[in-house]
């Protein structure tokens, strides 16, 4: 099969301003034939929360999560302060590799604090931190740091990207990646950062099923919403999928009413199948398909409600 690329920016309220540049933003990704490529291109672009332009924290740093699965194999590298937070993710982990396969006897990290490798694996710095700025993320710092805890910040898009690319041999990745809330805690880490929050993946017989989740990272992180998702789809009938994810985030948000989004992918062999929903104000999501794009700006059909659809792509 040809290999299929699936990309999301996060979920919550995207600026319509800026549908064309958003548009190209996915259109220039998802033209790539590697995640490598295309992560670098949606962490580089100051439209998104994460690598450059990331929302800055409240001592004004960016410092981002990024995880990842693949298989058997998964690793998450948390406050990491990389213009590419993916493609920095996955040099780390193939020099824990590396590392790991000397002594069979012990057990690769599965998540690892970035920082904390500075003295363990080359080319691991703080960064210079002005090259992770971009000037509206030093805008909205300064605009709104002495309003933290007042209950006066604004509603961002904020938190994980992800992608989802099955290679022409069929083998699943998943990644995602956040520069998280802005003016967080120092140190906190996202959904991004948490294997079976933001991402997940499973498979069953002959069924693999991945799941990209964006939002409210607490709130996801609660609930393992990924993980959630991947471990109860296979047993719902696809005429009920709709009636199905409605009851799933109103039994799980009854104290807390869910601002999350998704993005999950069934493969059965060579057949592909790609359903969403969210309750965010807005979604934006593309993918390629035998080097045909598409690129979908889904926005709430009702007001914390769940709005949902599915795309048959093979």
Not at 118 to 125: E, F, L, R
Not at 137 to 146: F, I, T
Not at 214 to 224: A, D, F, V, Y
Request: a neutral charge; hydrophobic letters at 35%; charged letters at 25%.
């Amino acid at each position: 099969m040809n290999d299929i690329l699936i990309i999301h920016i996060g979920a919550g309220i995207h600026n319509r301003k800026r549908s064309k540049e958003y548009k190209h933003l996915f259109q220039k990704a998802l033209s790539k034939s590697s995640i490598h490529e295309s992560s670098e291109i949606i962490e580089s672009s100051p439209l998104t929360n994460t690598g450059y332009g990331s929302s800055l924290n409240l001592l004004g740093k960016v410092e981002c999560d990024a995880s990842f699965i693949r298989g058997d194999n998964m690793g998450s590298l948390v406050n990491v302060t990389s213009k590419c937070p993916t493609n920095e993710m996955f040099r780390v982990y193939e020099e824990l590799g590396k590392m790991y396969s000397l002594d069979p006897d012990l057990s690769p990290p599965i998540m690892v604090n970035y920082p904390s490798l500075k003295n363990i694996i080359p080319g691991i710095d703080d960064g210079n931190q002005e090259e992770l700025i971009s000037p509206q993320a030093r805008d909205n710092y300064e605009l709104y740091k002495d309003k933290v805890f007042q209950g006066k910040l604004p509603q961002f898009v904020s938190d994980t990207i992800g992608i989802t690319h099955i290679d022409a041999n069929g083998v699943i990745t998943v990644v995602a990646s956040s520069g998280g809330n802005m003016l967080k805690m120092p140190g906190r880490i996202g959904c991004a950062g948490v294997i079976g929050a933001g991402i997940a993946y499973k498979k069953y017989n002959d069924c693999e099923i991945s799941c990209m989740c964006s939002g409210n990272g607490e709130q996801i992180i609660k609930h393992s919403l990924a993980r959630e998702i991947v471990s109860s789809i296979h047993n719902i009938d696809p005429d009920k999928y709709n009636e199905y994810f409605k009851k799933l985030l109103s039994d799980l948000g009854q104290k807390d009413k869910l601002y999350v989004g998704f993005i999950i992918v069934l493969k059965w062999g060579s057949k592909v199948r790609l359903l969403y929903g969210h309750t965010t104000e807005s979604f934006y999501f593309g993918f390629r398909v035998h080097d045909k794009t598409r690129v979908i700006f889904s926005y709430a059909e009702e007001v914390d409600k769940l709005t949902f659809g599915e795309y048959k792509l093979v």
